[in-house]
């Protein structure tokens, strides 16, 4: 079955120390983006990416990271330096035509 | 920019009375416009979209929503809520290409028995 893979389910880290989230689609979509998600603040973009070895910074970059060395995986980096770091971390890819998403099944992370 | 504004955080509907959940976007362009529904800890499924042709769009679980250019809207119903309807909706708005998507802060909908 065609769909995206996001790993951990839920991840704890302590603070200071960087952490990486995967995400893997073989939907064959071109773009993908990472949202993060708090209670009441609905799904603010991260990064997002049109295609191999390019991406764009979304609303909320400052703190994170990406890489996009292949088509199908998108991870994301967070940082030390992202300040508040515990959330719900959603990755979609779309179709490039209409921008129809679909999403993994999100990342916790809860940084102690 | 385009925005999306979803009218109630919170909705309350009682066991089989109707749902409806509103979104008004702001474009001189007709974007696409999508509806997706996220139950807690889990990822946002897609329930039903508009691109093109009949303004009223049908979905999965009996819902569907009526694109009114007029209006800039494009609110969620359906006829008779479930108690499994429970979740929360985003409203969402993108033009295709390589056009960011922009999504509505969502809506919590509670289904009272």
């Known amino acids: 079955d065609g769909g995206i893979t996001q790993s951990p389910k839920y991840l704890f880290r302590k603070e200071g120390q960087n952490v990486t989230l995967s995400c893997e689609q073989n939907?064959?979509?071109?773009?993908m983006y990472w949202y993060r998600q708090d209670p009441g603040q609905g799904l603010r973009l991260i990064y997002y990416?049109?295609?191999?070895?390019?991406?764009q910074k979304g609303d909320i970059a400052e703190g994170y990271s990406v890489s996009r060395e292949k088509k199908e995986s998108f991870p994301l980096t967070v940082t030390s330096a992202q300040k508040n770091p515990t959330a719900f971390y959603l990755c979609?890819?779309?179709?490039?035509?209409?921008?129809?998403?679909?999403f993994g099944p999100g990342t916790r992370l809860t940084v102690l | 920019a385009q925005s999306v504004t979803q009218l109630g955080s919170h909705v309350s509907v009682s066991e089989g009375a109707l749902v409806l959940l509103r979104c008004n976007y702001s474009?001189?362009?007709?974007?696409?416009l999508f509806w997706y529904v996220q139950y807690p800890n889990q990822g946002l499924q897609l329930l039903l979209k508009?691109?093109?042709?009949?303004?009223l769009v049908k979905g999965i679980n009996g819902f569907e929503a009526e694109f009114k250019k007029s209006e800039t809207s494009f609110h969620l119903t359906k006829p008779a809520a479930h108690m499994s309807d429970a979740a929360e909706y985003f409203c969402?708005?993108?033009?295709?290409?390589?056009?960011?998507?922009?999504f509505g802060i969502g809506t919590k909908l509670q289904v009272i028995p």
């Open positions: 979609a890819s779309s179709i490039l035509a209409t921008n129809e998403q679909f």
């Open positions: 939907l064959n979509h071109d773009a």
């Open positions: 990416s049109q295609i191999v070895n390019d991406f």
């Open positions: 474009s001189s362009v007709p974007p696409y």
């Open positions: 508009y691109t093109t042709g009949a303004t």
């Open positions: 969402a708005a993108g033009r295709g290409g390589y056009q960011k998507v922009t």
